[in-house]
T-cell receptor, first 114, second 114 residues
Framework: GAVVSQHPSWVICKSGTSVKIECRSL??????MFWYRQFPKQSLMLMAT?????????EQGVEKDKFLINHASLTLSTLTVTSAHPEDSSFYIC??????????FGPGTRLTVL | GENVEQHPSTLSVQEGDSAVIKCTYS??????FPWYKQELGKGPQLIID?????GEKKDQRIAVTLNKTAKHFSLHITETQPEDSAVYFC?????????????FGTGTKLQVIP
């Protein structure tokens, strides 16, 4: 149980284009979903927290107009990187929680912006 | 905000030996402490967690201890196997439901030498 999927697992795009990443909780309803960013050999950095049906809460320094988050249902959240640039290249990981603190992570999406 | 420190950053052990990873946290309000294992190119996988009302928890070869007074917690892996090789992250969390925020340690790269 507690399986979280992400799609795509990797994506390469040109600078200036937008990329959408999906995060799904497959066998449970996630009241809250989280989006993280991870650079090579570094820890996870929380970007934003989203609750189903409400606006995401962004961490300080994360541009909400650049990283659009939608949490349309209890099993799906999407992260759209708008007007991507090479510095946005990173490993993006989502997690989902059904309460009680425990977060279950997806397998991650590697984004490369050329 | 919460600050989580993790040591060591790298750890090499012989197969069959034990491995210990230590973390400290700063915010006494933190009440949930998960440990994650992350293999290369994958998302973190929850391996064990402990809540602030418990001092120790064990699951087969893995155990976690918590000292609330000293604000530190540790991961113990006994009888290590090559497949235990990965990066391990500790984390501290407070709140519940949609208001939780998890702060991660900087990670420990564990190498189990056959």
């Amino acid at each position: 149980g507690a399986v979280v999927s992400q799609h795509p697992s990797w994506v390469i795009c040109k600078s200036g284009t937008s990329v959408k990443i999906e995060c799904r909780s497959l066998d449970f309803q996630a009241t809250t979903m989280f989006w993280y960013r991870q650079f090579p050999k570094q820890s996870l950095m929380l970007m934003a927290t989203s609750n189903e049906g409400s606006k995401a809460t962004y961490e300080q320094g994360v541009e909400k107009d650049k990283f659009l988050i939608n949490h349309a249902s209890l099993t799906l959240s999407t992260l759209t990187v708008t007007s991507a640039h090479p510095e946005d290249s990173s490993f993006y990981i989502c997690s989902a929680s059904q309460g009680a603190n425990t977060q279950y992570f997806g397998p991650g999406t590697r984004l490369t912006v050329l | 905000g919460e600050n989580v420190e993790q040591h060591p950053s790298t750890l090499s052990v012989q197969e069959g030996d034990s491995a210990v990873i230590k973390c400290t946290y700063s915010d006494s309000a933190s009440n949930y402490f998960p440990w994650y294992k992350q293999e290369l190119g994958k998302g973190p996988q929850l391996i064990i967690d402990i809540r602030s009302n418990v001092g120790e928890k064990k699951d087969q070869r893995i155990a976690v201890t918590l000292n609330k007074t000293a604000k530190h917690f540790s991961l113990h892996i006994t009888e290590t196997q090559p497949e235990d090789s990965a990066v391990y992250f500790c984390a501290a969390s407070q709140g519940s439901g949609g208001y939780q925020k998890v702060t991660f340690g900087t990670g420990t790269k564990l190498q189990v030498i056959p």
